[in-house]
C-alpha cells in the first residue's frame, strides 16, 4: 500500500520527507493547465524557472519566453499565462521558458523527489495512471496563491486522491488528503458553480483572464503527463 | 462590514498583514481546550512560554508549569495538556506557565495583532459574541500539527466562520475560509465520526491520551474568553 500526502502550500512543503517520492505539481488556474496544453499541442521541452531575471535572460539568448507576475505579461515575454496561448502554431516543436507567480517556483521547490510531474484536470486520467504504475509514495503539491491556500488547487488535488484511493493500492493518513477529497466531493457536483467562489476566480475577472477557466476544469483533454528532467519538462 | 480571514499553518501566518485584527488561536486538541477550561476553573492567568528552556526556567522561579511536547508531559513539569489537568483544585486563584508543541507558539506568533484570544468549542458562542461587539477584522489561526494543516482546527474556524457569517457583520472572500465552513457542514452532522480520521486523533490514541477529545468538541462549556494581555493570558 502506498501513501498520499497533500501539501496546500509551498510554505509548507516538507522537501526533506519527500525525497524519492512522486510530486504531482497542481497549479489549475493556470500554469498546470497551461503546460499540459502546450504538451497536448506538441511543445517539444519546456524551462520553468522561477525569477523573472532568469526569464530575461533567457529571452536574450533567443529562446521564445511566457512570463506572467500576477496575471500580467511581462513586458520582454511572447506570452503570458492563459493556456490558449500555447497553440500548435506558437510551441509545435519548440523548447520555451516559462515563469509564473506560483507553479514554477514550486517544481524548484520539490527539487530531490524521486520523480516531479505537473497535473491538472486536463490529464488526470493519464497522470493517475502513471501514479499507480509507478508504484511509489505520491505528493499532491498545490502550488497555491503566494504561499496561500487555494480552492481550486485544493480541489485538483481531491480529485486525484479520490482516484488514487478507489485503486485500491494507495492509502492516507493525511489531514490535507482528507480536507482535499471532502471538498473535491462537495465541490465536483457542479464543479463550475463551486469555483465562482474562489479568490483566484475573482482575480482573472477583474483582470479580464477568465475566459479559459471553463477550459481548465475540463477532464482528459490529453494523455500527456509533462515530467521534469534534467532542467526541463518533457512528455 | 468586518473580513473574516482563515489561517490554516502557523507556517502561513502573514503577521504583517494582520496588524490590529482580531486574531482567534484554535488548538482544539488540545492546547486552546485545556486553556478555556482553566479559565473556566478559575485560573488567575497563563503565562504561555515557547520555548522548553523557558518553561523550565518558570519552574525553577516556583510556578506551576504545565508542559508537554508530542503529548509527553515535560519531565520537571506538574502537569501536561489534557482539559482534565487543569482543575480548580489545582489552577484555582492561581498563575501557571503552559508550553505545548503548537498552541503557545501560535500565540507569540500572533504578536502585534489588534487583539489576541483564545477559542475553542468549549467557549465558541461567548467568543462569537466577542468578536462581533469588536467590529474587527478577524483572522481565524490554526495552530495545526509542526506547522501542518489540522483537521480538527480547520473546523473549529469553520464552526466560527459560519457563526460570524450568519451575523451578518461580516463577509469574506479568503479560500482557506470558504473550505473550512465547508468542510465544518460536512462534519457537524457527526462531528464525533467526523474527527475519527484526524491524525492527531490517531496521536492521542496511540499515547492513551485521547479520553479528553469528546470534552473537546463539546460547545460551551464556559463563558471565559482568555485574552492575551503584556505577556500573559487573562480572562
Not at 19 to 30: H, N, P, S, T
Request: proline share 2%; glycine share 8%; charged share 25%.
Amino acid at each position: 500500500m502506498k501513501r498520499i500526502e497533500t501539501c496546500f502550500s509551498p510554505a509548507l512543503y516538507e522537501g526533506d520527507r519527500h525525497k524519492g517520492e512522486f510530486v504531482v505539481i497542481i497549479d489549475i488556474l493556470r500554469a498546470s493547465s497551461a503546460i499540459c496544453t502546450a504538451f497536448a499541442n506538441g511543445v517539444e521541452s519546456i524551462i520553468p524557472v522561477a525569477t523573472v531575471a532568469e526569464a530575461r535572460e533567457y529571452k536574450q539568448k533567443g529562446y521564445l519566453v511566457a512570463a506572467e507576475r500576477d496575471g500580467y505579461v511581462l513586458d520582454f515575454a511572447d506570452f503570458g499565462n492563459s493556456p490558449f496561448n500555447f497553440t500548435k502554431e506558437k510551441v509545435g516543436g519548440k523548447t520555451i521558458v516559462y515563469s509564473t507567480t506560483n507553479g514554477t517556483g514550486s517544481i524548484h521547490k520539490a527539487e530531490g523527489a524521486g520523480k516531479i510531474v505537473v497535473g491538472s484536470f486536463l490529464n488526470i486520467t493519464a497522470l493517475t495512471d502513471m501514479i499507480i504504475g509507478s508504484d511509489m509514495d505520491v505528493v499532491l503539491f498545490c502550488a497555491g496563491w503566494k504561499n496561500r491556500f487555494s480552492l481550486e488547487d485544493t480541489l485538483g488535488a481531491g480529485s486525484f486522491a479520490e482516484r488514487l484511493l478507489e485503486s485500491g493500492r494507495f492509502s492516507t493518513i493525511c489531514d490535507s488528503t482528507f480536507a482535499a477529497i471532502d471538498l473535491w466531493k462537495q465541490a465536483k457536483v457542479d464543479l463550475w458553480g463551486y469555483i465562482q467562489k474562489a479568490a483566484q476566480r475573482s482575480r482573472l475577472r477583474d483582470k479580464g483572464l477568465d475566459d479559459c477557466i471553463q477550459f481548465c476544469l475540463e477532464q482528459d483533454f490529453t494523455d500527456s503527463v509533462p515530467c521534469f528532467r534534467e532542467g526541463a519538462l518533457v512528455d
